[in-house]
Each structure stands twice: as C-alpha cells, then as structure tokens.
C-alpha cells in the first residue's frame, strides 16, 4: 500500500466535496427514543457508514483488490438491548440506500462498474416470524444479497423465496456459488486455470462450484 501510493487513498479531504455530500450519513442517528430504549442504537449508528463507503471507492480506484465494508447493528432480536425490526430497519437501512447507492452511482460515473464488484449480504437470514420482543432471530434457511457492477448481468431479481419467505422456493443457491461468482468477477479464470501455485481453496472453489448462471 505504502510502495504504490494507495495509502494516499485515506486521505479524504482530496475528495471532491460534492461526491463526499452525497456519500455523507454522519447524521443518521437512531432518534433519542430509540436509543433511551436500546443500548445498541448509539454503538451501531450508521453514522461514519458514508465516510467507509467512499474510502473503499477510493481504496479500489487505488488497486486493492478486495475491501470489506461492515455496517453492524442487524442482530434485531429485540428486547431491552439489541434493535427490534422497527427501530432496527428505520435506523440503518436509509444508510444503506445512501451510501449503496452514492458508491454504485460514483463507480459507475468513473467508468469503473466492470472492474468493481459490490457484494450486499449477511451471514444467515431472519426468521419469518417477529419474536415476542418485536424482533426476529437467526435463520440460516434464507438470507437475500445484492450484487452490483463486476462485469455481472445485473437488473434483475434471481430466485424466489415461500410466501412466508422463510425458505426457497426457487433452485437454492448456495454460499459455494456466491463465492464462485465473486471469483469469476475478480479472475480471468481461463488464465487462471493455467498458472501454477494458485492456492488451493482458491482452486477448490473455482473447479469444485458454479456461479450464479444467471450473473454470468
């Protein structure tokens, strides 16, 4: 990072000041009602949500190959503690329409959408029920993702769930795929499959899965 000038990529300020406003989440804060009623809320405020979204902008238009972006506070079990699904989904998702979309509109002016590929997701679903504490728990049966840019035939909505949405109803498609066509975004895998010393779970989940056929 050092060696190739990417470190230059945190320094923000360089930013254009009309792009970094679009990006800007820094007053998003769960109202004071929801915070009095859950300690999560001030500790999972979107509020710098924004800010990383741009930096991760910035970090691929330097050559990183992969960022991670966390925007925590989805463990909406309710109760006196955790967001339950009403102050949860008011709190965090108009962040998340925010900055998605402010990196996907920014990627896209630059003529960078073929080259970066933005990943949505969680580790596991909700239950289709709200719990008695106004929540949901974990649920590893269904989960939904987001993909955009990467070179991908995106603009579409790929399977479908039951009615209660609490399994597919629709071909299931698992983590291996989705890793799968991660990896048929960021290689060329024709070239790939060539070159020696490619790490082996790299290998395994390029020849042992598909991608999603749709995307690709």
């Not at 929801?34 to 970090?59: C, D, E, H, I």
């Not at 108009?94 to 990196?103: G, L, N, T």
């Not at 909700?126 to 995106?154: E, M, Q, S, V, Y």
Request: proline share 4%.
């Amino acid at each position: 990072m050092l060696a190739q000038g990417v470190a230059d990529a945190f320094d923000l300020s360089k930013e254009d000041p009309n792009t970094a406003e679009r990006y800007d989440t820094s007053k998003m804060e769960p109202t004071d009602a929801v915070k009095k009623r859950n300690s999560y809320a001030t500790q999972f405020s979107p509020v710098a949500l924004g800010k990383q979204m741009l930096l991760a902008r910035r970090l691929c238009e330097s050559g990183c190959g992969f960022v991670t972006v966390t925007c925590p506070g989805w463990d909406m079990h309710g109760g006196g503690k955790e967001f339950r699904m009403d102050d949860g989904l008011a709190s965090l998702t108009p962040a998340i329409d925010k900055a998605a979309s402010a990196f996907i509109e920014d990627v896209e002016r630059r003529g960078l959408s073929d080259r970066i590929l933005l990943v949505i997701t969680g580790e596991f679903g909700r239950t289709p029920r709200i719990n008695k504490n106004g929540g949901r728990d974990h649920w590893g049966n269904l989960c939904t993702l987001a993909f955009a840019g990467g070179g991908l035939k995106t603009g579409q909505v790929i399977g479908r769930s039951d009615r209660v949405a609490g399994e597919p109803a629709s071909t299931p498609i698992s983590s291996s795929n989705v890793l799968a066509t991660i990896m048929h975004s960021l290689f060329d895998i024709g070239e790939l499959r060539l070159q020696a010393g490619v790490a082996k779970d790299v290998e395994r989940i390029i020849t042992g899965s598909e991608p999603i056929r749709e995307l690709v």
